[in-house]
Structures are given as C-alpha cells and as structure tokens.
C-alpha cells in the first residue's frame, strides 16, 4: 500500500480550496481534498482519509463519513477506468440498466468488480444530473457520457484499451 502522506503537489492544490473558505472553516474543503487525494493515490485508504483530515484540523471519523457517503470516493482499489453507469428511474426507464447489462457482458464483470487486467471497474451510480441524455456514464468521475447505447459504449471501451 501506498503512503498516506500526499505529494507537495497536493497540498498545493488542497491549500487552494482551502483558500475559497474562512480561515477558521478549512474543513469546507474535506470533499476537494478527497477528490484531489484520490486524483493522486487511485483510491482513498483510511490512513489517506486520515492524512486529509489531519491536514485540515478535523477528526478522521469527520473526513471518513464523507468519503463513505459519497460514491465518488473510492474505499477499495479501483481500475484505472472507473465507468460508472447510472440506473436511476429515469436512466433506467431510457436504457440504462441495458447499458449496465452491455457492459457488464463486455468486460465480464458485475457492479463493483474490476477485470483482471485491473483496467475497468464497474460501478452502479446515482442521479448524475443528466436525465435527458439517458443513458448516462461516468468514467473517473469527471468526464460525462451521453446516450450510452452498445455502439457508444463499444467506442468509449475501445478508446480506454
């Protein structure tokens, strides 16, 4: 396992959010530091979480609830593609339980799986925001995929191989 500790990089990067808050509030920054710590180390292990929190004067349990509330985080070694596929009502009523289905009979694997190739992990998402490009994906949690049918989503694995 890594260590927690984040690069001087990092630290950059969370003292700038850190920045947008008043100085006695630094904990407002918890999910940017998260986010730019998992940008960092692939995952957030507890010691990572641990770090942050430290960082930013706040209890680990404090940091932790956030991590594990959110599915952004990842608590478990993830894939370097992380897909993300949303089955929400109205994804789901547009294809995106289909979607899941194709990829999951792509990669073979299930939700919260990786392949061995350690290349993709398959995640079931909440509401993304976009219901009227359903179905929706998200890959690493920063880039959005519009109506994801099969030849889409064949395209979209082809270009991550």
């Given at each position: 396992m890594s260590s927690p500790e984040l690069s001087p990089e990092s630290l950059v990067k969370i003292d700038r959010e850190v920045?947008?808050?008043?100085?006695?509030?630094?904990?407002?920054?918890?999910?940017?530091?998260?986010?730019i710590a998992q940008d960092e180390k692939g995952w957030l292990p507890k010691e990572t979480i641990a770090a942050v929190a430290g960082y930013l004067?706040?209890?680990p349990i404090a940091a932790y609830e956030v991590a594990s509330f959110y599915n952004m985080y990842d608590l478990q070694p993830v894939g370097k593609y992380k897909l993300t596929v949303c089955t929400n009502l109205p994804c789901a009523l547009s294809g995106g339980v289909h979607a899941a289905d194709y990829v999951k009979e792509?990669?073979?694997?299930?939700?919260?799986e990786t392949t061995a190739d350690g290349k993709f992990t398959l995640?079931?998402?909440?509401?993304?925001?976009?219901?009227g490009d359903a179905p929706v994906m998200l890959v690493n949690n920063k880039r959005m995929c519009s109506?994801?049918?099969?030849?889409?989503?064949d395209k979209l694995l082809a270009e991550c191989k």
């Open positions: 920045a947008k808050y008043p100085a006695d509030q630094k904990q407002s920054a918890v999910m940017a530091a998260l986010a004067g706040m209890p792509k990669l073979g694997i299930d939700f919260n995640k079931e998402g909440e509401c993304m925001g976009a219901c109506f994801m049918l099969p030849e889409q989503i």
